[in-house]
């Protein structure tokens, strides 16, 4: 990644309905969580109707949503995310355990992380998703 494509934030979408969630993710990825990436500016999303407002209006980067929220799960809001935008941004899923990452799968979402959510493991998969982009 160039020096200039570092110096422009990366927008993240991050979906929960619970603000600890939000927070713990937003914690775990810190305002860059890697050297060789931008800067990330995060979106704060509690509700399933706003995320996809959010994505249908573009502008963002990536989205991290919480497979675990109700009423309407991160796990279903990607698959109709992937579905429906032509070109859609990465999206990392939380899922409520490593077992569920077939879920992730069907999904489409590039990645997944199981709660707790572990900072090291979250940065990993963020920056691969952000990588590979």
Do not use: F
Not at 21 to 29: E, G, P, S
Not at 43 to 48: C, K, M
């Amino acid at each position: 990644m160039a020096e200039s494509d570092r110096s422009t934030p990366l927008r993240v979408l991050v979906y929960s309905n619970d603000a600890d969630t939000r927070q713990q993710v937003i914690l775990a990825l810190g305002p860059r969580p890697r050297p060789d990436l931008p800067e990330l500016d995060y979106l704060e999303v509690a509700t399933a109707p706003v995320v996809i407002e959010q994505m249908d209006a573009g502008g963002i980067d990536l989205a991290i949503l919480d497979g675990e929220s109700v009423p309407a799960g991160g796990l279903g809001i990607a698959k109709q995310l992937k579905d429906e935008i032509e070109q859609c941004p990465p999206v990392v899923v939380l899922t409520g355990r490593p077992d569920d990452a077939w879920l992730a799968n069907w999904s489409r979402a590039e990645a997944s992380v199981s709660h707790p959510i572990d900072p090291m493991q979250l940065t990993r998969a963020v920056a691969g998703v952000l990588h590979a982009r």
